[in-house]
């Protein structure tokens, strides 16, 4: 059985932009309440007493859009000052990040991945809802700023939608020659909104590779992180290229990970909630943490059957909640 030790934080479900594939413009998402959200303390002693000794050690802070979350610099020290904390990661739209990074870097923040669809403003601003003044540029310098702090390895996650970004494959995964960054592509997922893109809703990663292949040809990188993500390298490049197949491959048999919203519900899989833990309610309770390490290592031992190949009942179609929503 896989090792599950690593756990996505949602730290707020808000975001500052609106992508196409995750908090469409008009999509009414009911937004958790600030006193509902776990804080700082609830979500330090849910680590220290609860995951950790059930033998969680790496972390991952995400949403929503992380960086919106009030005091994510101390938090980001105190998780990163825990001694059994071996990874710290964050993913973020970086959009705020220019002015965040050095910081983030002196928290303790050693590894971030930013979510970069395309390198034409225009098409970014569509994908990301932008109206008016143009988002692209922040967003640069954000991803500048992060690689100048010394985020390393600086990784770029591309979600790849047909006849919109599709074609900028090769120029985003040139980015890699000259650069010590990771760009991976990820195929759509048809969360929340699986109309959105009609039919050919997704491309497949091999379609990808293929096109990188005929054009610089391509190696598998013999690299494996925390993530599901195959990596190969253009010959010769400093970075590397990862494709995200949860659509055409499924990696269930080697996942590694568990989500706990922003408001507390520790999650065993993306697109299955069953087995689901009200963690905030239990805590605010009063129940005792040494029961809900007991509810947790259970749910450990029944997460191979909780997948995303058996989704719960309900969800065989189009998924109802947006990544935003569930802590991507
Ligand atoms: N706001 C941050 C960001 O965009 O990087 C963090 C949260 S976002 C939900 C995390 C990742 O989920 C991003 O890389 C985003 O592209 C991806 N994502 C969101 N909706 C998706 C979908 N329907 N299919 C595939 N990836 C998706
Ligand atoms: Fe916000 Fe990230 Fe979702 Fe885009 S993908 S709307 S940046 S949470």
Redesign the pocket.
């Known amino acids: 059985m896989n090792t599950v030790d690593y756990l996505r934080i949602?730290l707020i479900d808000r975001?500052n932009?609106r992508?196409q594939?995750?908090m469409p413009e008009g999509a009414e998402l009911d937004y958790i309440l600030r006193q509902e959200l776990l804080t700082n303390e609830e979500l330090l002693r849910l680590l220290k007493e609860v995951f950790i000794p059930v033998g969680f050690s790496k972390f991952r802070l995400?949403?929503?859009?992380?960086l919106l979350r009030p005091g994510v610099v101390e938090l980001v020290r105190d998780i990163a000052s825990l001694p059994q904390t071996q990874d710290l990661a964050?993913?973020?739209?970086?959009y705020l990040l220019a002015g965040m990074a050095e910081n983030l870097y002196n928290a303790g923040l050693r590894r971030v991945?930013?979510?970069l669809?395309s390198l034409h403003p225009e098409t970014f601003d569509k994908i990301t809802g932008s109206r008016g003044r143009s988002r692209w540029q922040q967003t640069w310098e954000g991803i500048q700023a992060a690689y100048h702090a010394g985020f390393d390895p600086l990784k770029l996650?591309?979600?790849v939608i047909p006849g919109i970004n599709e074609g900028e494959v090769l120029d985003l995964a040139a980015l890699t020659i000259e650069r010590h960054w990771h760009v991976r592509f990820?195929?759509?997922?048809?969360?929340?909104?699986a109309e959105l893109f009609g039919e050919r809703a997704?491309v497949p990663s091999e379609e990808l590779r293929q096109s990188i292949r005929e054009h610089w040809g391509l190696s598998a990188a013999n690299v494996r992180g925390n993530g599901p993500a195959d990596v190969f390298q253009i010959p010769g490049a400093l970075g590397t290229l990862g494709f995200?197949s949860?659509m055409s491959e499924c990696f269930c048999d080697r996942c590694n990970r568990m989500r706990l919203s922003a408001d507390g519900w520790l999650r065993p899989c993306l697109l299955n909630e069953n087995g689901q833990i009200d963690l905030k309610k239990a805590i605010r309770l009063g129940i005792d943490t040494a029961d809900l390490r007991e509810q947790v290592r259970e749910l450990l031992l029944i997460k191979p059957e909780i997948n995303f190949k058996q989704r719960d009942s309900g969800t065989q179609g189009t998924y109802t909640r947006?990544?935003?929503q569930?802590?991507?």
Do not use: H, K, L, R
């Open positions: 949602s975001c932009f992508c594939y995750c995400t949403g929503g859009e992380p964050m993913t973020t739209n970086a991945n930013i979510s669809d996650n591309v979600v990820i195929e759509f997922m048809p969360i929340g909104n997704w995200i949860q947006t990544m935003s569930i802590g991507g």
